[in-house]
């Protein structure tokens, strides 16, 4: 049998509420007592119950991650530079795959209560927010808001999306098509404001738009839509996911890409780097952004004034062989 922390107490001759203390490190516990109940928890191999620490330290040093699914490199990213700035403050991180579904989210949420995590990153477009603007959690979220009331960080999609447009225009694509994420999404909205902000200037530029599944985009939906406008000759795509898989479309119906059709995608992961063509891709930065959202949830976990609470990261173009003739 695990021994117990009644086992620590009596092979160091002291009480239950002594090896307790120790374990918490409270300082009301003289130095040489303190050495009896470490040399006991070693000696028996006691490991802490840590549930029953955070009830007692009202800290699990524990923060739920919440994410829509696990199949983008941005949210292993994301989750990397979340681990990494929670490691270096002696947090752990629980992974929350939702699949976007808001039973999911109350289960998880359930989770969070029970078992007093102490924070929440939300990276998902949240269904629950009745539920979570009830709790007392602390709240940040990433790639979107909930609204004002929680700090967030997001990259800088309008941004993104004038510089993908510009990209295409300046490379000499008139009939344009954005193959967006779905139309709920903020990153698509905002992307598609900053595409249409440049393009509004340039009224000899056509532009449609349709939406796809970023993660796993339906080859059969943009190879019709492609047949359809046989005369595009620039594509920007709201994930480099989405792009790579309209390049090989345009291959599969004879176009050359960088020469008959520009592409830019959005993301800036390892696949647009050993695409073929290699693609032209705006950057951005999750692992970064997941530090940053870390430090925010930090701060509020520690009732630490936020001078700035919505972090707009900069991005940037990589231009590549898929936009160049």
Known sequence: ??????????????????????????????ESTRTLVLEAIEKLGFVPNKLAQSLTSNSSKMVAVFVPHIGPEFYGHLLEGIESQAGAYGYKIIFCNTQNKPERELDYLRFVEQYNIDGIIIASDFHSFKTVHEMNTPIVTVDHTLDETYPSVTSDNIKGGKLAAECLVKAGARNILLFRGPSFLPTTIERTIGAKEFLDNHPDVRCTYYDFDLVTPDTHEIENVLSNHADVDGIFAYGDTLAISTMKSLRKLGKKIGHDVKVVGFDNNYFSTVSTPTLTTVEQSPSFMGKTAFNLLHKLMKNEEIENPHVIIDVSLVERESSRK
Do not use: G, L
Request: glycine fraction near 0%; avoid cysteine; aromatic fraction near 0%.
């Open 1 to 30: 049998m695990k021994p117990t922390i009644r086992d620590v107490a009596r092979e160091a001759n002291v009480s239950v509420s002594t090896v307790s203390r120790v374990i918490n490190n409270k300082d009301s516990v003289h």
